[in-house]
């Protein structure tokens, strides 16, 4: 979340859209409802009407995998009627930038596209700079390159009749909702968007969300009160989790995780660096270097010096160009090519796409080590449905760990709140925490490498500290997390001792003198001391519900980040009811939040520029929103493209059927088949309150079981007629990959779509079953029916469009 | 001064976590259930389910609805159950708090006639022949907090406390509901201790939503003074 949770209370208009937060975050209505009784328009948009929908003033459907459509849309609409926030958009968003003549758009494929190695080279989509190498700007808007024209070109085709016959929405719900929300437009108005998985696990997941970080810089919803861009993140701690780079591409605080090509610390730095021309911008990743070293600090210790390069060599490379995703392990693993594998709090044979794949490859192991609070589907693999113990070679290892309420430690949540939680009951029997599981796998390896082995250095040469009476001590990680001054220093006038913590990450350093484990949380644990377990009820001058001493967040305990751009250019709020921050001239300072850097605002109070002001978007190298976004893999635009598997033949909108840069894979156990008359209905996955992700902690609990007992298939009334197929009865559903019992629950909450002109029906499944509980084995994963392709940006999974079909049993 | 509770409709979620939040402070068991075609579950309420969320898809004025009703005893005012019975060893009303308590004695009676006698159709015959229902937290109210269901939830759906103060809050947001569904209304608020905002007709939401909708097709009034007759039989008979 760019907000935080209690900030939706501040919303005129909230939209829910690729989640279902009243299911599946309860809490979360507690501030949507207040944020409806101070009068604010809930808008839902859900293939199925949900308990969300119940609770929305405005509800409509759309077919699963259309987003892009429906939000073209909107970005039309915005233009259209001039809804957008001009000053805004020219101050805080690169709308007025100049795209370089490299850029272009032609049949659903931009340029720079080669379809060998089905990529981008998105080189061609950079801006033209001038002499000084700054990006061109015209505050006019009427350079036809300018990224506010090509915006309008680009969505030009989407009208409300083709989006309607793309998403199979009524054109008239689709007005009345882009009414709505762009009318949030004006300045001082807040609209906020609420998504989670329904948006992310698609083969265009990032272009999804993409497309209303758009919407919310046209409309100059970013960085105010009641706006931003909010995911609502399916556990306590994955927010944690994504800090701490428990992803494939990143090292911890979202550095770039070093390639093989990348051979040095000076060429690392060089390649991830951004410089910007242009001194207005901060450019705040110009420090990474910085965090980069205090990291390798954070890792090595006395270890890493200088003249090694602090430790850079023993961090694992990456193959260049090579993704090493959920996929793609398990198609490697598929292929036989990994030998061993740790499943730690996971549920693999259940929780990824294409789990009959999944359960194959983990046949295909020597060892596997299950950590986890009790046995699942994973763990027992090797007598589920279908196998044949005595043919499955791997040996599985079951390691007990405790529950998160049975340890101490941190969690950080969707609003990027770190807080403090401690140990309640002790863990039962055996188990353990997870930290002291992998303390003691480090020490194991260590003695292990000293004893020889391939490049032992990356192991031996770790710091691993961590313990206090042999026991993982989570205070010591947190604080060198936090991160430490390793030598005397004196910055300005104030001097800081060796073996303090580091106050700011604006202090640390790159020669060496300080550490961090993750920069984004260096101020969480200082010398004042746990900022994680403050309790404090008080809020923030500005009285919107900031809290700011309760818990603490990252960045710097900044509760809305780009909250500059919540102030005209001279610092005053756009919404001075609901003001996230100021500048006081006078004092030359802002107050209300931690300010997005203190620099100045970009004008003085008598209109004349500040040069010593900073744009208000500081974590990109030019500092403005990006409307254009030339970053990415598949394109600076969202475009509409259908799903793999989709029922119609065509892309209504383009020449390309799907995603062309979205991965495909080619094993015997990655059929996929669209626009087949075997799998004619769409289908998509979703949770329910009642559960929990694969189901673990939940199906084993009879309270829950009782309100949730099986797998079920949400359907409408018209195709349980036309299937013959009547509420309550037990039915099939398969795809090209597997099969599934499910309970029918015929609904009046499920309507056929009118797409391109026919009728197309939709299913939908909840994914928290799986064959070892309940113990008849009967309610089975949905992700036996997903497919193996996802998002060529993050590889997320396609789990939320699909074909199916349903038949009686 | 008698409690109350104020149960708003048109905030709650169904995410029924006041249904879970009873069975634990209770300490009741799970039924085994089957999934019906719907979420709603178990499908009644039993002697092992003291609460449970009603779920019900209804088109009212062209527009798709799905109304949630987290059911349980009203705790009336003058419980028509308590009357018909007069054994205050069965059954009686706590004098501090107004809940309306059931026995163990409850098995010495004839349990249909006490489901009948409630015009809600709450009570439930439990396997040891004593009738079970909601005691409103008793336990907890006396001990300053909140029942469990109302601790639970996260909505402001289900909130609880002095009557004068629920009635208010109860008329206070029927005033702000009724600006986006004309129809809303409060549910027999002059009778029971369980005051709940409907956004639609009470038919909708559940058969015996309000007391004029029972079986016995008569008001709640008339309904006691007929089940008297069988109890005072069934008293007699007892000796």
Known sequence: MTNHWIDLKNADVILIMGSNAAENHPISFKWVTEAQKNGATLINVDPRFTRTSSKADIYTSLRSGTDIAFLGGMIKYILDNQLYHEEYMLNYTNAAFIVGQGFGFKDGLFTGYDDKKRSYDNAKWAFELDDKGVPKKDSTLKNPRCVFNLLKAHYERYTPKLVSTVTGTPEDKLIEIYKTYGATGKPGKAATIMYAMGWTQHTVGVQNIRSMCMIQLLLGNMGVAGGGVNALRGESNVQGSTDQALLFHLLPGYLPMPSASIGSLAAYNEKFTPKSNDPRSANWWQNRPKYTVSLLKSFFGDKATADNDFGYGWLPKIDDGKPYSWLDIFDAMYAGKIRGFFAWGQNPACSGANSNKTRQAMAKLDWMVNVNLFDNETGSFWRGPGMNPADVKTEVFMLPACVSVEKEGSITNSGRWMQWRYEGPKPLGNSRPDGDIILELGLKLKELYAEGGTFPDAILNLKWDYMSGHRYDPHKVAKEINGYWLQDKTIGDVTYKAGTLVPSFALLQADGSTSAGNWLYTASYTEKGNMSARRGQEDAPNNIGLYPEFAWCWPVNRRIIYNRASCDPKGQPYNPDRWVVKWDAAAKKWTGDVPDGGWPPLQNPDGSPNEAGRYAFIMTKEGHGQIYGPGLKDGPFPEHYEPLECPIEKNLVNGQRMNPVAPVYGSDADAHLTCDPRFPYVGTTYRVSEHWQTGLMTRPQPWLMELQPQMFVEMSEELAKMRGIKNGERVLVSSARGEVQCTAMVTKRFKPFKIGGAVIHEVGIPWHFGWRWPESGAEESANLLTPSTGDPNTRIPESKAFMVNVTKL | ?239
């Open chain 2, 1 to 239: 001064m008698a409690k109350a509770f104020f149960i708003d409709t048109t905030l709650c979620t169904a995410c029924r976590a006041c249904q879970v939040a009873c069975k634990q402070w209770h300490d009741l068991p799970a039924e085994e259930t089957q999934n019906l075609g719907t979420h709603q579950n178990p499908p009644d309420l039993s002697d092992k389910t003291y609460k449970l969320v009603r779920m019900n898809e209804r088109v009212i004025d062209g527009q798709l609805r799905w109304l949630f009703f987290p059911e349980q005893c009203r705790h009336c005012i003058e419980a028509p159950c308590l009357e018909a019975l007069g054994d205050p060893a069965a059954i009686y009303r706590d004098p501090d708090t107004g809940a309306i308590l059931y026995t163990r004695q409850t098995a010495q009676y004839d349990a249909d006639a006490i489901i009948e006698s409630c015009p809600y159709n709450i009570p439930r015959k439990g396997a040891d022949g004593s009738v079970y229902k909601c005691d409103m937290c008793n336990d907890r109210v006396h001990n300053g907090l909140l029942p469990a269901c109302v601790q639970a939830c996260p909505t402001g759906a289900m909130n609880f406390g002095e009557r004068d103060a629920m009635l208010e809050m109860a008329n206070q947001r029927l005033a702000v509901v009724k600006a986006k569904y004309p129809q809303a209304m409060l549910l027999d608020p002059e009778y029971v201790s369980v005051i709940y905002l409907a956004a639609f007709p009470p038919e909708n939401y559940h058969e015996f939503a309000i007391a004029s909708r029972t079986p016995v097709g008569v008001t709640r009034h008339m309904a006691l003074r007929k089940m008297v007759r069988p109890f005072a039989a069934a008293l007699s008979r007892l000796g």
